[in-house]
C-alpha cells in the first residue's frame, strides 16, 4: 500500500514555472514507477509524464515535451514535476500516480497504476 500527497500547485501567468511534488509513504518507494497525470474540466485523465523505479527511464507526452521534467529522489521517497513556460492549456488539476507492476508497459494509462493521491490545482492565466 502507497499514500500518496501532492503539492505545490497554485496559479501562475503564462511562461512561468511551478514544481509539483509528491511524498509517498508506505513500503518500498523505490520499486514503483511513478507517473504524473492531468484533469481538467470535462475532460479524461491525460497522462503528462512518468519515471521508472531508479528514475533511469523517462517518458513524456507529446505536449510538454521539453518544457516539463520529471524526477524522484528515492531518498526521501518524494517525485518531482519541473513545469516551465506554462501555458494557459496546462491549466488542470495535477495527479500522481504509483505502479507496482514489473514492467513499463502501458506506462502512459492510467488503468495501469494502482494509487493515486488527491491532486493539486495548477492554473495558468494569459
Known amino acids: 500500500q502507497v499514500q500518496l500527497v501532492e503539492s505545490g500547485g497554485g496559479l501562475v501567468q503564462a511562461g512561468g514555472s511551478l514544481r509539483l511534488s509528491c511524498a509517498a509513504s508506505?513500503?518500498?518507494?523505490?520499486?514503483?514507477?511513478m507517473g504524473w497525470f492531468r484533469q481538467a474540466p470535462g475532460k479524461e485523465r491525460e497522462f503528462v509524464a512518468a519515471?521508472?523505479?531508479?528514475?533511469?527511464?523517462?517518458f513524456y507526452a507529446d505536449s510538454v515535451k521539453g518544457r516539463f521534467a520529471i524526477s524522484r529522489d528515492n531518498a526521501k521517497n518524494t517525485v518531482y514535476l519541473q513545469m516551465n513556460s506554462l501555458k494557459p492549456e496546462d491549466t488542470a488539476v495535477y495527479y500522481c500516480?504509483?505502479?507496482?507492476?514489473?514492467?513499463?508497459?502501458?506506462?502512459?494509462?492510467?488503468?495501469?497504476?494502482?494509487?493515486w493521491g488527491q491532486g493539486t490545482q495548477v492554473t495558468v492565466s494569459s
Open positions: 519515471i521508472s523505479w531508479s528514475g533511469g527511464s523517462t
Open positions: 500516480g504509483a505502479r507496482g507492476a514489473n514492467t513499463l508497459v502501458r506506462i502512459h494509462q492510467p488503468s495501469a497504476y494502482e494509487f
Open positions: 508506505g513500503r518500498a518507494f523505490s520499486s514503483y514507477a
